[in-house]
């Protein structure tokens, strides 16, 4: 692998490697600094099974638009806690004073990289690949003073790499790709202090994904041929965007941090800080008034917090200059402004922009003032919004920005302050595609959902029908998807207020191969299903359905269109006579959009 596959990545991904790692004032005694290790924490898989929040693993999947042949390499970068004890004549002291400098206990860390390169991404969708990797335990001494001594001491920790790949919804060379990194260290201590925790665990895990021959799909600014893929990829504790030169697609950082596409780091920083919700003027300003005593315990405490003090302390006046600020434009005015001239944020500059009564279109509706939606607030959102998702608001009005951005201003319908809110013309603000108009339900809504494995023969039969129905007309309401061995995906998509479900799917009929049926969620057990499991090998409509239950969700109306397979072993393709009941089936699936929509089939055409 090139070593500078990820040069363009390092800078970012050093920052989010140390975010957190030591906080302002920047000393061991700080109450802030008594709870550190807050982002990409893995903690061994035992222990998590104890203390359900903490987690052992973390995964990413990405869209990929594949060339001929995709190679992807793939860069884990983590810390391991190193503990550091001060000893004074055989014993731990809580300081130690040598030749005036001050040292403290604390835990450092130590980075770590580990590489899987050169995996080739058309030959992985045969079975998942697992690497593991170790961060050896090892034990420093370094004597200080006559009798004094600083001991550093790390504890092994085991990790794994776990790379599959699946075709993907859409495009015939579209993959997604899963990464998950696990840390599978066997030690489990219950009621082990969290200090102790951390020290057998993976911290600040990130992952970078370098790619030839193809072109990942951005999360934040997808193709619309790929939203439908996008939202069957799950990132749990990470999330991936883009990185290096604006317009590449060849790197991904994917990490425990909501960040944008193509983060950068603003050229007037002069360095890390390590707490990023902090403005750097701000932030350096308050290192400026510690006392000579409170530098000093921050210098004892971290070599990382003394090259902040010592950077800050002998900054030249230009430094502080970039601090203040940077100009981005400057336009001349276009008339002299008079004593009565009327502000440019006063709504009488332009008459024709007034929020109250301006419209915007969503979704082929036109949402103004007073339309209910639902909040869908994307990764751009803040974490405050983020919580708001899927709860249903009333528009108060369409704003407008001096950049000429629309944003949506929003009341709570659940929110028993909303006419105090509206009183003093506090709002919620939302981009238009962070919200979804409620409609009058006219028409049921309808998923059509193939279902299977595409390495497993016949057992691709549902997803082939449901590629083949993609590009067709449909009523309003329906919706046609390839959910593969997805079943969770497809539980949590039934959530979302569906009136009927029609799986697509290989069913055992004690009929010869390529028999169609029709059959009712009741009629499974005369098929000899067994209890619903989430098995991505063996997906059925029982798993679904257990999986909905499970969920604490129902539909109202379920219908399984189930062809008798000949062939259920790995191997790609349909046999003979069930593929060549595929087109019987489309015909079979749309009867039925048809018979559930209460439409005459001619409203296909």
Known sequence: MTPDRFAAAKAVADAVLYEGYVLYPYRASSRKNQLRWQFGVLVPQAFAQLDTSERSSMLTEVLVDAGSEPVLDVRIRCLHVQQRTVEMAGATVESLLVDGALIVPWDEAVDWEFDVPDVALLSQTAGAREVTFELPAAEEIELVGTTGRVVRHRDAVQGVVRISVA??????????????????TDWCEPGAARDDVVRHSLVSVHTLLALRDGAFVSSFDPPVDATAALAACTNDGTFPVLIGHEGSADVVLSSPIILYDYPAIAPESQGDLYDATEIDEILALRILTLTDDEKAEARATDARAAAIIDRCDNAPPEVWDRLHGAVRSLQAPT????????????????????????TVWVGGVEVMKGTRVVLRPSRRADAHDLFLADQPATVAGVFHDVDGEQHVAVTLDNDPANDLFEWQGRYLYFFPDEIEPIREQTTPRILVAGIGNIFLGDDGFGVEVANRMAGMAMPKGTQVTDFGIRGVHLAYELLDGYDALVLIDAVPLGEPPGTIAVLEPEQLEQQGVDAPTLDAHSMNPAVVLGALAGLGGAIGRVLIVGCQPAVIEETMGLSEPVAAAVETAVDVVRDLVTELCGMRKETFA
Do not use: H, Y
């Open 335 to 358: 008339a002299s402004a008079g004593a009565d001239a009327v502000p440019w944020w006063d709504p009488g500059v332009d008459s024709s922009v007034d929020p109250w009564t301006d």
């Open 167 to 184: 075709k993907a919804a859409g495009r015939d060379r579209r993959l997604q790709v899963s990464i998950e990194v696990g840390n599978i």
